[in-house]
């Protein structure tokens, strides 16, 4: 009966090493030897029995994860005017303030040198704002990555896409910075917050070599020349009335006009300083017959147009073939005025609710000299009525006929 109870004990001890084993717990305790007498048929023996119960407690691993950073090399601070004095430079690690001011000088830059291989780098990321236009060049040992961008009063943030170009990244000299490129004349400023080369992926508004998100429509004045042409920057103003094919040497415009687009253009944006010049000249031959009228706007209470307003007809007419030249006068304007001057209109069939026309541009430009027939506005003296003039259109009002007028 002892020998059962011994062999009893032992398996329940057994089946408690198992169950521990399956919990992963292992408790070390103090080791007790018992010696138990165990009588077999008249015989003694001494069994030793050895309580040990080791109880082991699963390791707890505690791991540290660092979020691996993007690395980049910042080159907001570091930029020098490339030697025509045009740029003036406040600068820091932190943001990077320019003023500019073209002075004749038309491809005159700013320049980040680089001396280290570029090549782990994947994008350049570049946060501005400000006025104007710019165009950024990467320059490599043979080649460039180009962007032009149109700069604005709100911060932009774009993305330079540069994952593909390892073997041109290997070999860059210097970044550069060409504030309105190209222009003689111009002036402006800008602020970047952020200019740095990064490992990341290229996101948001990104740019590949090449992109230019300028305006092409807006016709920019450089500051030199006796005429200024903004014939190619005519579009249309968004009504669907105007298509202008500008394949050939001169743009061909078709109108077709419909109720509700009575007074729909086309529209040629301009910049620049025009104070130096009085008159703005539109030449063009009717493919078909049809009528223009020529405005220029600055604003809702400054403007001039030719026809003038309240002359009868209201546009200017043309025959097939037939040439004919606009020439609106600006003396009266203001240098302000003039340099504020940003809209040049033409309205094809003025008026007309099912006008259509089509003819050439040969001509769309500011003149400082007067071009064409100069039309003689007669000093009108009223007699027994009001005299209004405004431009070539004289008003008389009446309310009576005296008899000794006839």
């Known amino acids: 009966m002892k020998l059962r109870k011994v062999l009893t004990f032992l398996l329940i001890l057994s089946f408690t090493f198992v169950l521990a084993a399956c919990n992963e717990v292992t408790t070390t305790e103090a080791t007790t030897a018992t010696t138990t007498a165990v009588t077999t048929e008249g015989t003694t023996e001494e069994v030793t029995t050895t309580e040990a119960a080791t109880t082991t407690e699963a390791a707890t691993t505690t791991e540290t994860t660092t979020a691996i950073q993007s690395q980049t090399l910042n ?154 042409d903004f014939s190619a920057g005519f579009v249309d103003s968004g009504d669907g009335v105007y298509d202008i094919d500008k394949s050939g040497d001169n743009p061909i415009v078709t109108y077709t006009k419909a109720t509700g687009f009575e007074w729909a253009y086309m529209i040629s944006t301009v910049k620049g300083d025009f104070s130096d010049f009085d008159y703005v000249v539109l030449t063009l031959k009717g493919v078909t017959a049809g009528s223009v009228k020529l405005k220029v706007e600055l604003s809702s209470s400054v403007q001039a147009e030719i026809p003038a307003s309240g002359v009868v007809p209201v546009g200017a007419s043309f025959d097939v073939d037939e040439e004919i030249t606009l020439c609106l006068d600006l003396t009266t304007w203001t240098d302000e005025q003039l340099d504020a001057l940003t809209k040049i209109l033409i309205f094809g069939g003025p008026g007309s609710a099912t006008g259509t026309g089509e003819f050439e541009v040969l001509d769309a430009y500011f003149s400082k000299v007067f071009v064409g027939e100069i039309v003689e506005v007669p000093e009108w003296v009223g007699v027994g009525m009001d005299v209004v003039i405004d431009g070539t259109s004289v008003t008389a009002t009446y309310t009576d006929t005296p008899a000794e007028w006839w």
């Open 75 to 228: 080159i907001l601070n570091g930029w020098v005017d490339s030697g025509d004095a045009v740029y003036t430079i406040t600068q820091s690690d932190t943001e990077l303030s320019v003023a500019y001011d073209k002075n004749s000088f038309s491809w005159a830059n700013m320049v980040y040198t680089i001396d280290q291989d570029l090549s782990a780098y994947n994008k350049l990321v570049l946060t501005i704002s400000g006025s104007g236009t710019m165009l950024v060049k990467i320059q490599g040992a043979t080649e460039a990555f180009e962007v032009s961008i149109q700069l604005t009063a709100g911060a932009v943030t774009y993305q330079l896409n540069l994952r593909d170009f390892d073997d041109f990244l290997g070999g860059v000299t210097g970044v550069f910075i060409f504030a309105g490129p190209g222009k003689v004349s111009d002036t402006g400023n800008y602020t970047i917050t952020n200019f740095s080369f990064d490992e990341g992926t290229a996101y948001g508004t990104v740019l590949e070599n090449g992109d230019n998100n300028i305006p092409q429509n807006e016709q920019e004045y450089d500051g030199t020349g006796e005429t200024f």
